[in-house]
């Protein structure tokens, strides 16, 4: 079994066999580095497989082992990095799978800055498959290096990537504060030259260059990274004081004056076909190369656009990654098997006979869904010829980047003559409920609600978890148990646990590690997250479709929970103006609305609601600090067609300055925004007295006009 595929798909067999591998493998590890001082594993791949350890022990904990890893102590080794905030976020990039998602970011991009009819610019250049680096330099001198870590919050290994030649000590020209972000990799033969060494030594064969890179780079010991041969390309910056050019491919032009290594295959390109004409270049170099690559990143030329553009919460909308094919590998299926989500969705998943599938061994991958397994996509269109998917099939496996394996397709040629079609299961194999599929819908749901185990369980796992609850001291093992018990059946349960249970409590003591101590110290944890921001607390709910990004954009609009649920009453048929200003949050579609209004109506879920809220200090959200802007805390509606800005920026940069843009005009709103071709909502507006302003009349209101004039 391989440590890289997910937790979530193991089977108690499967996770039972995986917990004694892990056991053997960091015991051996832990005696390596505390004891003979010669580690074989690197931090970084000894914090994975303990992390990998106690998730499984968490999933299911009546297989820990009673003398287990994760209840010894010894310095964690990635804990002796300093940990560094980046003063720029580090972002990951979307992908783009093939030439449409391409044409389609083109199009997005043109669409966003209203340049419909014109031809961007974009650079492009190779993904390389190493790990991201920031260097921070003041006055010249190289001060810090982070890696990227969650993007957030990186870890301090100045020292070690000081000992990179491709990384300049000392910059001349530089701006006072200038973060340079790039990619540390390790050349193929350098690679190859390593493991031959390492196979010598008897030490840690790496699986690849990318895990070669990072290992050498987290040593603790600045000598071993030293020794290893580790390059760096720059491509990007974080913090600058002052701009280092007005388009991408200056920029990159001034970090090689700057000093750095920057790849030779980097191109300015016009348009999508160009931007698919060097992908293409790039492809057919890739067996040549000596560094591995696993796409193209595709860049908006012109900064001031991409300032414009922005980003989304995770990624910037001025940038994609164009991913090379996925890698295959062919294998028998050997089961298909139900597991039930907090939503009470049916996933199948397909049990494999374990394959290498481009340096991973595989042997679970999703089927997605009934119809994926018949042979039909999601517009009712024929999938691999419509043959079907059976057990016992010879199968194509492929992995696309770091996401979960799927099936491409059957080699019906080796389909035994007894196999039979599978039969989706009609009932949920976890509670025996009915399982029922909406019209419309791919999935398959479980009707039993919180009265299924696997519902109720994952839906208080969610409750708790990082960005809901996060309380301290309750994780899945205590979840399961709890419930099991019958003592935390649905959230509010677990605000009552002190009260009622303090006694019972000793019942478990002596037992799957309770005591007074720990009991006392989960019962603190439980009383300081009674008071809870209104974001978090709707995320916590577990409504479908509703996200942390979307609770926070719920949050700002409607700041307390009162008004929230008012307004969720209001909307309950779907129409009226509280269901107008539901939609017309940025962020809030047609269906994540649909789902907010329905959890709220439907009664055995808003008792739950509303016994939680109970026990509950739910925080209102604080004003905004103040903009300063002209438009702050006001309404302001678009309508017709906008020709400077398009729909999405207009909104966008409305926001930043604290405005509130609604989809419907009434009473309350200050001004309306028309362009032409704008009809009744201007019309109300005048009946209403409210103010209607012309595109460019807003523009000098907002003081943007001078931005627009000069591009
Ligand atoms: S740009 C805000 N350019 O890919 C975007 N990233 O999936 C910053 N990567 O974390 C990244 N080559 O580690 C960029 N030419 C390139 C890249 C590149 C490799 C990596 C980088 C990043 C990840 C995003």
Redesign the pocket.
């Given at each position: 079994m391989s440590e890289d595929y997910s937790v979530e798909l193991l089977n108690a067999i499967e996770a039972e066999k995986e917990l004694l591998r892990l056991d053997k493998i960091l015991n051996q590890a832990n005696s390596d580095y505390y004891i003979k001082d010669a580690p074989i594993l690197s931090d970084s791949e000894y914090d994975d497989l303990k992390k990998r350890n106690l998730d499984i022990e968490l999933r299911f904990p009546t297989l820990k082992l009673e003398n287990s890893v994760s209840n010894k102590v010894g310095a964690k080794p990635s804990d002796t990095f300093k940990k560094i905030k980046h003063s720029v976020r580090?972002?990951?990039?979307a992908?783009a799978f093939d030439e449409q998602d391409v044409k389609d970011f083109d199009i997005r991009v043109k669409k966003f800055l209203g340049n419909e009819g014109k031809v961007i610019s974009y650079v492009a250049?190779?993904?390389?498959?190493?790990?991201?680096l920031s260097l921070r330099y003041i006055n010249g001198e190289l001060v810090q290096a982070t890696t990227?870590g969650d993007?957030e919050v990186g870890e301090n290994v100045t020292a070690n990537a000081k000992t990179i030649s491709d990384i300049p000590k000392n910059i001349s020209n530089a701006p006072e504060i200038l973060e340079i972000?790039?990619?540390v990799y390790m050349s193929l033969v350098d690679f190859n030259k390593l493991n031959a060494k390492q196979e010598k030594k008897n030490a840690k064969i790496f699986a690849n260059p990318r895990n070669a890179a990072a290992g050498s780079l987290r040593q603790l010991n600045c000598k071993i990274t030293e020794s290893r041969p580790l390059k760096f390309?720059a491509?990007?910056w974080g913090e600058v004081s002052s701009p280092i050019a007005n388009k991408q491919f200056d920029a990159i032009k001034k970090l090689e004056e700057f000093g750095f290594s920057t790849?030779n295959m980097?191109k300015r390109c016009s348009g999508h076909e160009e931007l698919i004409s060097h992908y293409k270049y790039i492809s057919n170099k890739r067996a040549d190369l000596d560094y591995d690559?696993?796409?193209?990143?595709y860049?908006v030329d012109d900064l001031s656009f991409q300032d414009r553009l922005g980003?989304r919460s995770t990624?910037?909308r001025?940038?994609i990654?164009h991913k090379f094919p996925a890698e295959v590998g062919q294998t028998w299926l050997e089961a298909i098997e139900i597991q039930v989500g907090r939503t009470g969705a049916l996933s199948p998943v397909a049990r494999l006979k374990p394959v290498n599938v481009g340096g991973v061994v595989v042997s679970n991958a999703t089927l997605h869904n009934e119809d994926y397994i018949k042979g039909v996509d999601s517009k009712g269109e024929l999938l691999r010829n419509g043959i079907d998917i059976r057990e016992g099939d010879w199968v194509f496996v492929y992995r696309a980047g770091d996401v979960i394996p799927k099936i491409s397709d059957v080699d019906i040629s080796k389909r035994s003559s007894k196999s039979k079609p599978y039969l989706f299961p009609s009932f949920c194999p976890e509670c025996n409920n009915r399982s029922e599929r909406i019209k419309g819908d791919s999935v398959a749901r479980c009707t039993g609600g919180m009265t299924c185990p696997a519902q109720a369980v994952q839906g208080l796992a969610h409750f708790v978890s990082r960005g809901a609850f996060d309380i301290d001291g309750l994780g899945n093992k205590q979840i399961e148990q709890f419930y099991e018990l019958g003592w935390v059946k649905e959230p509010s349960d677990i605000f009552k646990l002190k009260l009622r249970y303090e006694k019972g409590l000793k019942r478990l003591e002596n037992r799957d590690g309770w005591g007074q101590r720990s009991a006392n110290n989960l019962f603190n944890a439980i009383e300081e997250k009674r008071k809870i921001p209104l974001n978090r607390f709707l995320y916590a709910l577990g409504i479908r479709h509703l996200g942390e990004t979307s609770a926070a954009l719920l949050a700002k609009r409607y700041k307390s929970f009162e008004t929230l649920k008012q307004s969720m009453d209001e909307a309950y048929s779907f129409s009226g103006d509280s269901w107008d200003e539901l939609l017309s949050i940025d962020g809030v579609g047609d269906i994540l609305a649909r789902a907010i209004v329905e959890a709220f109506e439907n009664s055995s879920q808003r008792k739950i609601i509303d016994k939680l809220a109970d026990e509950l200090d739910i925080e209102s959200e604080l004003e905004v600090l103040s903009t300063g802007s002209a438009i702050e805390g006001m309404i302001v509606v678009f309508t017709g067609s906008l020709e400077i800005m398009s729909r999405s920026e207009a909104k966008i940069s409305a926001e930043r300055l604290g405005a509130k843009v609604s989809g419907s005009v009434s009473k309350k709103t200050n001004f309306v925004i028309a362009g032409p071709g704008s009809g009744s909502k201007s019309k109300k507006a005048l009946e209403l007295g409210v103010k209607v302003l012309t595109e460019t009349e807003w523009l000098d209101l907002i003081n943007l006009s001078n931005e627009f004039n000069a591009n």
């Open positions: 580090m972002l990951s990039l992908n250049e190779p993904k390389i498959d190493g790990l991201s990227r993007g972000r790039g990619e390309y491509y990007a790849n980097t690559i696993d796409g193209v990143v860049k980003f990624t910037p001025w940038a990654a």
